[in-house]
């Protein structure tokens, strides 16, 4: 690490901040207010989170390649061109340097190396996939349980007053016509609602999600 911190030094892009100030700023704790101003970028997010899961020194393009995958939501091996240099160029000029300059990544610039420090482990709770657990943390609380009911019946009930139409017009079931008008539309209302109230809890599960974010 020592070698790397000496040829990162020698090799680092250019700033037009002294050096003094720039070291003090890699070696000061990151305020919750640094933390999200690094993540405020999606293709920072992506760098540090391909960053957290690998050891020792990594190809900058290899980072690129893996940010620009992520943005257009396809792999590496199908990449264009054009969408590899929209992100290279970017994270190469400003994205990268400022995780140097924050003490969170080793970057030499001019060999195009990239090392993740031991302050990158701060960001491993923000960017970790919460999606499991979520799923889990909900799936026995009350809004869960309602939500499964309510969608229970509204398959029910739909299938009720498909069956009762059917019933009738096939005459195996003799109702008078406002009776069984007035239980179609019944059904078909309480099914309704029951739509309502399940796109709501969706909606707060949605709310929730991001709010734990």
């Known amino acids: 690490m020592q070698t790397m911190t000496s040829t990162s030094n020698q090799h680092r892009c250019r700033s037009d901040e002294p050096a003094d100030t720039t070291e003090s700023a ?46 257009n939501d396809t792999t590496v091996a199908n990449l264009t061109s054009a969408q590899r240099q929209r992100v290279y160029i970017p994270l190469y000029q400003s994205h990268l340097p400022k995780l140097d300059k924050k003490g969170i990544i080793e970057y030499d610039q001019s060999r195009g190396i990239v090392r993740s420090t031991d302050r990158i482990e701060t960001f491993r709770p923000y960017l970790e996939d919460t999606t499991d657990s979520a799923d889990s943390s909900t799936r026995g609380s009350p809004r869960s349980i309602v939500a499964n009911a309510v969608g229970d019946y509204h398959v029910t009930s739909a299938c009720a007053s498909t069956g009762l139409l059917v019933a009738t017009m096939a005459g195996l079931l003799q109702l008078p016509e406002l009776t069984l008008a007035v239980l179609i ?6 099914a309704t609602v029951a739509t309502t109230i399940t796109d709501s809890l969706a909606s707060n599960d949605a709310i929730d999600g991001r709010s734990v974010h």
């Open 185 to 190: 539309v019944g059904l078909f209302t309480l």
């Open 26 to 71: 890699r070696s000061s704790p990151l305020s919750r207010d640094d933390i999200f101003h690094v993540l405020q970028t999606n293709r920072r997010r992506d760098a540090i989170a391909y960053m957290l899961n690998r050891d020792g020194p990594v190809k900058m393009s290899d980072v690129a390649e893996y940010v620009a995958a992520k943005e």
